[in-house]
């Protein structure tokens, strides 16, 4: 015989409750036959919350016993808490990723004979260019936490909202094959200061703050990831200043 749970859960057509939803999809993957109890109005819910003196929905009912909302239920089940929590390079790890794998689609797409350099520069390109979006979204939240650790942005606050439309030129600028010397200065400039901020920060003065380099919401640690991305500027302000050299020996 399969075990039975029921679930209050507030669905109206203005509001659909998301751990509702989770809580019923949880106790069916516990093997469970959900009773579901849809709340449809705001005086029902609130009826409900009088009549079993709760303060929130969704509430399950196991067996008569009340279990609590979609954190009690995980708990009940030994399972650990939804979500990320704490610090975590996630989000930017993700970036890399995602852009590392549209230089590769890119290269294979539309250059007939793909290159490592080729595709080092488009990964870069789009490395740059998505964490600037990030960034963008919100700029005051950005440069709030860009200004506690950067250099240059806690001497001149305006740098700070300069800053995520520099790194988006850098990398359409490398994207759009923009001559050298307007793309070049500007990625060496940022990743520099940014480099020597990041350290000075993490290595030197051993601060623990959150990056900003996905944004100022984010909960990515500052260190040796958000490093990384100001060498990857480095690298290609390096690279697009070089360039013309290269193709000129070769």
């Not at 029921?6 to 069916?28: A, D, Q």
Request: include cysteine; aromatic fraction near 14%.
């Amino acid at each position: 015989m399969r075990k039975s749970a029921t679930l209050y859960r507030m669905h109206t057509s203005e509001h659909i409750c998301p751990y509702g939803l989770r809580s019923k999809n949880l106790l069916e993957k516990q093997g469970f036959v959900v009773e579901d109890h849809k709340l449809t109005s705001r005086e029902e819910t609130d009826e409900f919350k009088k009549k079993y003196n709760v303060e929130t929905t969704p509430q399950t009912f196991i067996e008569g016993q009340r279990i609590g909302g979609y954190d009690d239920l995980r708990k009940h089940f030994n399972m650990k808490p939804a979500g990320q929590t704490g610090t975590t390079y996630t989000p930017v790890l993700a970036i890399f990723a995602v852009a590392f794998l549209m230089a590769l689609a890119v290269s294979f797409a539309y250059t007939e004979s793909p290159s490592l350099i080729k595709m080092s520069e488009l990964f870069v390109a789009f490395s740059m260019t998505i964490l600037a979006i990030q960034k963008l979204r919100d700029l005051y939240s950005f440069s709030n936490s860009f200004i506690t650790y950067d250099l240059l942005a806690m001497r001149y606050l305006t740098y700070a909202y300069i800053y995520p439309f520099a790194e988006a030129f850098a990398g359409l600028g490398m994207l759009g094959a923009l001559p050298w010397y307007t793309v070049g200065p500007v990625s060496l400039f940022i990743g520099s200061v940014g480099a020597v901020s990041v350290f000075k920060a993490v290595y030197l003065d051993k601060r623990e703050l959150k990056c900003a380099c996905v944004g100022g919401d984010s909960n990515v640690p500052l260190g040796f990831v958000s490093l990384t991305e100001n060498l990857f500027m480095i690298a290609a302000g390096i690279w697009m200043l070089t360039k013309p050299l290269w193709l000129t020996v070769q």
